[in-house]
């Protein structure tokens, strides 16, 4: 009755998983889907979450070539493609009209822009040096740098505002119609001088850069237009930038870890039953045991999370190792050995085994780290299910089995085998036995002094990197963007948010002097803001009535510029008509952002949040050259509404935060196991038990030390884990028949030792911290406890 | 009036020449059609004149008329010293512009925050230089050649962005380049003439290097 339940509860989890979770299943490939949310307040998680979706899309490339009369047509060849490809939902390589064009087009709407030296001469009652300049603009070459001409904007109001809204494009020159960046000599008058031209292609992805067909779509995209460029220039170079690219790497790297592992996993657990067991009933069982148990982890992330992470999946080929454990308990204790020939009743055992590793995984829920959270439950599911089909089915599953083998013929001999002669032999061999008093106290402290020598080596360091770790060629790909385009946006942005547009636009005009102060100061270089492209309605009104008081109103500025030119009264009377007609017209988000004026900043304007608690809007600042992160976030944070965000810096002090707090806590569950065993055996054999358990942490932290790891959060976590792990390796020692005993705990730690080991092999550094941290302290674990276990009388 | 004649009979003389000769596009044929010029700046670190500007506006009816001397320093940059109506240095740079009035400084935009300054500043370097390959990655060039000492030289921009503010150039010389006149995509026209141009294989003075 027991197993026919747990029969129809394996096939219905079988039925959802096969039919609800697989067609509905999302992996996830964000590796900041990882990271601790480290906003202060919901607007802000949500603000930083949509501008890291916008920005994400976006990608950079530099084209280069030392043929520089080749260099448009490489670059040329290398948009096509790209835009050709159908990956892209914008490419943008040659500069045209369409700015100009645009800012002529909306006249009316621009009429009261003004740049900020023009504000401020005009507040300043400095109208005389606007005048002068409109004179000198009309007979020196000044006037060429003007977009619009003398008579449709005598004092080059309109030309200067639409000048400083368009952001710099750092080293880059527009040469021709394409930007370019020289490398090397810098000569205007011969080209062929100079060893490298790169210029510029930006693009923006079609599709979720978090997603493995848009990695798939743009990666091959990118490929084919790298070719296509050769073809133009065989020495092209070309660098690009963007975090697709870093998800892409991610992605693909995590899935073939993913593949790697999990297959020399389930190779070394099918090598080691057959070698062990030497039957395959076992290997059938504890193979289907490893699915079920995986299917139920990945069930219970999809319905918990609504996505499984793809670290997840890598970290998860380590449940191969672990959840095999219970299989290979049950198999250990039905072999016959000479003297107990009756299996125990193991399943207090395996509930207190399973116990112990579950508390282990529970343990990495304190940390708020949604990949660590999604790691544990992944991990605890897919034990507690493997437990639980041990307990409930195999008894009766392996009758069946035995049955129809019989029908079959397939294997005659049902019964178990014995167990192998080496671990009856190594478990005879005692250190007692073979060392004499004095040997083991100098081994001990032999082993005490490298341990204790290593702990003082040891480091800590709590930051992003022990998160994430981009690839080495990305990263120098990066550096290359950077350097070229000199500019050097980082992380670090700042936020503003106001109930509406229009209070986030006037947050945004309050923050522009202190920006501008901070670069006067050198502690940024620049700043990339919607302000001033997008003005405030409320700035729009004063300049307008600065302008009709200073510049259009009789025997104004207008008047007086236009008279010394020449131009006569109906080509004034023209410009103050143009001027008025304007009146109560302005330039507002929802018109700028159709614009094609607004695309060089459009993603730092996120637009509305609404939820229960009211609506709100905020825009990004981007942050030039960020030299000193304290003083720019003070200077910033001193305007109403104004967030400094620094997500890394964020994100290593709660990385650091709980390092501590686990620290304490494996203190603590040290000395509550202590307590407890003390309670249970009242006597020195508790110690015997415990100390295998507590050595075995002290020599891995040691370890560590040694190899000049510095420890973070995941190796604390980690060592929880191990406590998990190994805490059942003395006791199971202790309590189980002689020879059963060993080679259950040598088989469950070499399945845990090849599992962890393979992580210690990742790319992604929490994984490895945690592989190398577990497999160092299983096996110191399983070594103490195989040296200190009691005599069996 | 004045003006619309002036600016008649200019477009009928380039007709003519055009109509007479025919036009060779390529920089070698360009490069032979100025020869002569090209050959005295080819030596010249610098270039050292006076010139007379009109700018013909939409809506005036008599040009803007200065004048004032120039520099040309190769590989260092421009300087245009307007001295009539009023004194103005404007000095060009491959890193921006830098205008000054009675010698204090008082407006300067780098090229950095403005990049298409950088294509006024690549036009006019390369017209004083007569550098027919940087001139063409900017503009189509037709040359007229009258198989006189006389040359001159058509340039229409390549781009759209610089079309959307500036037609075309006509630049003409004989031994030297004795006039440049620009026309806007709005209808401006402005006409410079250059006069008692001296090539200098020498270069700067020092009082001159002190000014860029």
Redesign the interface.
């Known amino acids: 009755m027991r197993f026919r339940i747990a029969f129809a509860a394996v096939l219905a989890l079988l039925a959802v998983f096969a039919f609800f979770v697989v067609p509905r299943m999302r992996i996830e490939t964000n590796l900041l889907a990882l990271l601790p949310s480290t906003a202060e307040n919901r607007v802000q998680l949500d603000a930083v979450k949509r501008f890291a979706d916008r920005s994400s899309r976006e990608l950079v490339f530099v084209v280069g070539t030392a043929a520089r009369d080749q260099l448009r047509d490489t670059g040329a060849a290398f948009a096509e493609s790209l835009r050709g490809s159908g990956a892209f939902a914008r490419v943008d390589y040659v500069v045209d009209d369409r700015y100009i064009a645009a800012a002529r087009a909306d006249r009316d709407l621009r009429s009261a822009l003004l740049s900020s030296r023009d504000r401020e001469l005009l507040t300043h009652d400095e109208v005389s040096k606007l005048e002068r300049d409109a004179l000198r603009a009309a007979y020196t070459p000044l006037g060429f740098t003007r977009p619009f001409s003398i008579s449709d904007d005598p004092l080059g109001i309109a030309s200067a505002a639409f000048a400083e809204e368009l952001p710099g494009a750092g080293r880059a020159r527009l040469e021709g119609d394409i930007l370019v960046v020289r490398e090397g000599a810098r000569d205007e008058k011969s080209p062929r001088d100079v060893s490298h031209a790169w210029t510029v292609v930006r693009a923006a992805t079609a599709g979720d850069p978090y997603r493995t067909e848009t990695h798939h779509d743009v990666m091959s995209a990118l490929d084919a237009a790298r070719d296509a460029a050769a073809r133009v220039a065989p020495d092209v170079d070309i660098a690009g930038s963007g975090v697709i690219l870093h998800a892409a790497a991610a992605a693909s790297k995590a899935q073939t870890e993913v593949a790697i592992f999990g297959g020399f996993d389930l190779a070394a657990v099918v090598l080691l039953i057959i070698l062990v067991f030497r039957q395959v009933r076992p290997l059938i069982v504890t193979l289907l045991t490893i699915g079920i148990a995986t299917c139920a982890a990945i069930a219970m992330c999809h319905f918990v999370f609504g996505e499984v992470h793809i670290l997840t999946l890598t970290f998860g080929t380590s449940l191969i190792g672990v959840s095999v454990d219970y299989a290979m308990h049950y198999f250990v204790n039905r072999m016959p050995s000479e003297g107990a020939a009756h299996p125990h009743d193991i399943v207090p055992a395996l509930i207190l085994g399973c116990t112990t590793t579950v508390a282990g995984y529970l343990t990495f829920l304190i940390a708020p780290i949604p990949g660590l959270r999604q790691i544990a439950l992944f991990s605890a599911t897919g034990l507690a299910t493997a437990c639980a089909v041990v307990i409930f089915l195999y008894p009766r599953s392996l009758e069946l089995l035995s049955v129809a083998f019989r029908k079959l013929r397939v294997e005659r001999a049902t019964t178990p085998r014995a167990v192998p002669r080496w671990v009856a032999r190594l478990a005879e061999k005692r250190l007692e036995n073979a060392l004499p008093h004095a040997g083991i106290w100098a081994l001990v402290l032999g082993v005490a002094t490298l341990g204790a020598a290593g702990l003082a080596q040891l480091e800590t360091r709590d930051d992003v990197r022990a998160l994430q770790r981009p690839p080495p060629a990305l990263i120098a790909a990066e550096k290359k963007v950077r350097t070229l385009l000199g500019v050097g946006f980082d992380t670090r942005f700042v936020l503003v948010t106001a109930p509406t547009p229009e209070d986030v636009l006037r947050r945004l005009e309050a923050l522009d002097p202190v920006l501008r102060g901070l670069a006067d100061a050198h502690q940024i270089k620049g700043a990339l803001s919607v302000s001033p492209s997008l003005v405030s309605v409320e700035r729009q009104r004063t300049d307008r009535a600065l302008l009709a008081r200073l510049v259009y109103a009789p025997g104004g500025a207008l008047e007086r510029v236009m008279g010394r030119l020449g131009f006569d009264a109906g080509a004034i009377a023209a410009r103050r008509a143009e001027f008025a007609a304007s009146e109560g017209r302005f330039l507002t988000p929802d018109h700028w952002l159709e614009s094609p004026l607004s695309a060089p900043v459009r993603h730092l304007w996120l637009g509305a949040h609404a939820d229960d608690q009211g609506t709100d809007h905020a825009a990004v600042v981007l942050l030039d050259g960020n030299v000193a992160p304290d003083a720019v976030r003070a200077a910033v944070e001193a305007v109403p509404g104004v967030t400094y965000v620094d997500q890394v810096a964020d994100i290593s002090q709660i990385l650091g935060e709980y390092r501590h707090i686990a620290s304490w806590l494996m203190l603590v569950v040290v000395a509550v196991m202590l307590a407890c065993l003390l309670v249970f055996y009242r006597s020195g054999a508790a110690v015997r038990t415990a100390v295998p358990a507590a050595a075995g942490l002290a020599l891995t932290l040691a370890t560590l030390g040694w190899i000049h790891e510095p420890i973070n959060l995941f190796h604390v976590l980690s060592l929880l884990l191990v406590l998990g792990l190994g805490v059942d390796y003395a006791i199971i020692l202790r309590e189980g028949r002689n020879q059963q005993a060993v080679l259950a705990v040598f088989l469950s730690m070499t399945t845990t030792l090849i599992s962890f080991g393979l992580l210690g092999f990742s790319s992604v550094p929490f994984v490895r911290s945690i592989g190398i941290t577990v497999a160092f302290g299983v096996a110191f674990t399983f070594l103490i406890a195989l040296a200190a276990r009691p005599r069996v009388h | 009036m004045r003006s619309g004649l002036l600016v008649l009979l200019f477009w009928s003389a380039a007709g003519a020449i055009a109509a007479s000769a025919a036009p060779v596009t390529s920089a070698a044929q360009l490069a032979a059609l100025t020869r002569d010029t090209a050959r005295s700046l080819a030596r010249a670190q610098a270039v050292r004149g006076a010139f007379v500007?009109q700018?013909h506006?939409?809506?005036?009816?008599?040009p803007?008329e200065?004048d004032g001397r120039f520099l040309f320093a190769?590989?260092v940059g421009i300087e245009?010293h307007?001295e009539k109506?009023?004194d103005?240095q404007?000095i060009?740079t491959?890193d921006g512009?830098t205008?000054r009035?009675e010698g204090g400084e008082?407006?300067r935009?780098s090229?950095?925050?403005?990049?298409?300054?950088?294509?006024?500043s690549?036009v006019?370097?390369a017209l004083f230089?007569l550098?027919f390959?940087?001139l063409s990655?900017?503009f189509t060039m037709t040359g007229a050649d009258d198989r006189s000492a006389h040359w001159q030289l058509t340039l229409a921009p390549?781009?759209?962005?610089?079309?959307?503010?500036f037609r075309q150039a006509i630049v003409m010389g004989d031994s030297t380049v004795k006039s440049v006149r620009?026309e806007?995509a709005?209808g401006?026209v402005?006409q410079i003439e250059l006069h008692a141009v001296q090539y200098d294989a020498k270069g700067l003075t020092a009082d001159e290097r002190r000014r860029f």
Do not use: C, E, H, Y
Not at chain 2, 57 to 62: D, P, V, Y
Not at chain 2, 111 to 120: C, N
């Open positions: 500007q700018r506006l939409a809506g005036l009816s008599k803007l200065s190769r590989g245009w307007t109506p009023f103005s404007f060009l491959s512009m205008q009035d008082t407006l935009i090229v950095a925050d403005q990049p298409a300054l950088t294509v006024v690549r006019f370097f230089a550098d390959d940087a990655q900017d390549r781009t759209a962005a610089l079309r959307s503010v620009l806007d709005n401006d402005t």
